[in-house]
């Protein structure tokens, strides 16, 4: 009795094991995304540069002009004179509109053009994608040095 009931249980649980995982939807999910850009004012070995930005106290502030006003974008970590520019998940649709987007630097009572072309993808399921295509520095394009996962160094310092 002991053993027709063991059977019956074991043949239950694999019947209803393998339902349930033949209806379930298949699992995926992407890594969330992100944009890093340090701007290098001062030259730093670069794992110095990038642990610098821990210990931060200075902010600089990124923003850009909407119908001739200033809308603030985000505060960024200065460090050494170093700028660490960052954001994450959906907050990247104000960076990646698939055109160039024009940003403002302010910091040490001075003012860099940041300028931005990247695309992002919504998507249902997965979690969403996105990606840089241009990076333009005070008007001049910048070649796309990473440096690590979805993290760009501008080297101001040449």
């Known amino acids: 009795m002991k053993r027709m009931l063991f059977l019956l249980f074991l043949t239950m649980s694999i019947a ?3 339902e349930n ?14 944009l890093t850009i340090i701007v290098m004012n001062n030259r730093m070995d670069r794992k110095e540069l990038v642990y610098s930005f821990w210990n931060a106290t200075e902010e600089a502030t ?3 002009r909407v119908d001739n006003k200033r809308v603030d974008i985000s ?3 200065v460090a050494n004179g170093n700028i660490a520019i960052a954001s994450a998940g959906r907050a990247l649709k104000t960076f990646y ?7 403002y630097l302010e910091y040490n009572n001075k003012i860099d053009t940041l300028q931005i072309k ?5 998507s249902t399921g997965c ?8 990076l333009y520095f005070n ?6 040095n990473l440096i690590s996962d979805h993290t760009y160094l501008i080297d101001n310092t040449k």
């Open 16 to 18: 209803c094991s393998k």
């Open 21 to 34: 995982t033949e209806s379930r939807d298949p699992i995926c999910m992407n890594e969330p995304p992100t």
């Open 62 to 64: 990124l923003y850009k």
């Open 75 to 77: 505060k960024c970590h």
């Open 97 to 103: 509109t698939t055109n160039v987007e024009t940003f």
């Open 118 to 122: 990247g695309n992002y993808y919504d």
């Open 127 to 134: 979690g969403d994608a996105a990606s840089l295509v241009e």
């Open 139 to 144: 008007h001049k394009k910048i070649e796309l």
